[in-house]
């Protein structure tokens, strides 16, 4: 593998506020990899380093390579670049800002099929002043595509859009990682982040607190289980409070829901039988990256 | 981890066809300017639509003592050309640029290839072809509906235009550096713009001046553009204090708007 993003002991402050303190990871080709954590963490500083928008106080940074900071020539042609809250001018039109951003790029995509998958062909002749806050979203994101970059920083992706179009921008993302590109994502959707990243650091106060995959973060926190069902004869709490595996207990719109470390699901599913009781619409909620984040970033 | 459901994955995309960037980024940057409106309707229009007025005013044809000899239209001839490099300077640039910083536009430019320095060099490419026409215009139109003088001298006219035009946009640039917003930018522009089109004898012809007030235009950058102007056209010598006046501005302004302009 690759690194195309490499980010060592990267230190960023404004004035007397630290904005990054220590920061260093590694991306690899073909990765998606997001990078979470809460507002004022450093999310935002650590990406507009990357991108060669600001200099780092500290440490080093290399994409494809090339330094963000002396060939910023080189990198903007092969980096595309998707900024929180940039607007474009409020006469110029879809199609004229996608033709006009396409004329950057030495090899760039074709900014008419681009439009198209974005669905913004409706919207071609629209003016940016008209445009909703999703619209401008994916023209934001066309955007950033257009130049058919090696690596992307998409920062905050799919603020402002409803949960139909989140998924098409998802796999949107998934479809250009498959063709190649390395994508770096800022984003505070836990669920963007299980979805679609490979690998996530979260960052706090200006360090990285975990790195891992979505997957192995959650199982590494220690968040209980839920267990939520409908009891289909009358059922006395004792039953399974008295479980070692449970922890709580508590009734809610006629549901029982019981949180629980361990094997608390067989302990409490055999006490059930054992009773005869059937449990209906029985779920289980396992620890979610949620979970690890709100672990993670609330020791501090 | 939720799975299927999800439509197709995208096909590779077609290649694009390149284009010149420069190219494309100025015909961009003046569809906007022309869509903006403001900029083709105040720095061309109005200069134009006074000329009409005064060329229209049998009383502009009469020669005069107090100018010299000139009639008043001529008088105005160089002011109306000063009026479009300072509508277009001081008015339509600064806001334009303060609304694109704001809008974190030179922001995002900075991330793409081309870069922040291309959009704001298009701004300026525009806005001295903007001045060019204006001025062809009052020219064109003040000579062959009102028969008003052409420059006698139009290399040293164009020399003087030049300068005061860089002055201006160099001031211009210098708004937009300094002012946080469009909002105020306009401000800024419209606070500047009335002394210096009072100086350049918009409301009071600088020959009929007061002498105090004459020699401080001549110190004013619309001033010494319209007295130089005046001259050309008149086939006079040029006072070359004028000139390093003009030139004095254009370098001050620019090198100050260099030091404080700033893409965010």
Known sequence: MTAVVEVRELRKSYGDTVAVRDVSLTVQRGEIFGIIGPNGAGKTTTVECIEGLRTPDRGQIRVLGLDPGRDHGELRQRMGVQLQDSQLPERLRVGEALRLFSSFYRAPVDWRALMELLGLTPKERTKFGKLSGGQRQRLSIALALVGNPEVVVLDELTTGLDPQARRDTWTLIEGVRDRGATIVLVTHFMEEAEWLCDRVAVIDSGRIVALDSPAALAAASDAPLRITFRPAAPLDDALLTALPEVTSLERRRGEVVVTGTGNVVTAVTSALASRGIVAGQLRVEQASLEDAFITLTAQR | MPTASAPARPQALPA??????????????????????????????????????????????????????????????????????????????????????????????????????????????????????????????????????????????????????????ALGLLIAAIAPGPRVAQGIGSAIFFPLMFFAGLWVPIPTMPDVLRSVSGWTPLGAAVQSLSAATAGHGLDPVRLLVLAGYGLAFGTAAARLFRWE
């Not at chain 2, 005013?57 to 008043?72: K, T, V, Y």
């Not at chain 2, 062809?136 to 001298?153: H, S």
Request: a positive charge; charged letters at 10%.
């Open chain 2, 16 to 169: 694009g066809t390149p284009e010149p960037a420069t190219l494309r980024l100025a015909a961009t940057e003046l569809t906007l300017f022309i869509r903006e409106q403001i900029g083709p309707i105040w720095g061309l229009g109005l200069p134009v639509v006074l000329l009409v007025i005064f060329g229209s005013i049998p009383s502009f044809h009469h020669a005069r003592e107090s100018l010299g000899g000139q009639n008043l239209l001529d008088t105005y001839m160089p002011v109306l050309v000063a009026l479009a490099l300072a509508l277009l300077g001081l008015s339509a640039l600064p806001s334009i640029l303060a609304s694109y910083r704001e809008r974190g536009i030179l922001r995002r430019m900075s991330t793409t290839p081309i870069g922040p320095q291309r959009v704001l060099g298009a701004q300026l490419a525009i806005h001295l072809g903007m001045a060019i026409i204006a001025t062809a215009l009052v020219l064109g139109v003040g000579r062959t509906a009102y028969g008003a003088a052409l420059p006698r001298q139009p290399a040293m006219y164009a020399l003087v235009w030049l300068l005061a035009a860089v002055a201006l946009l």
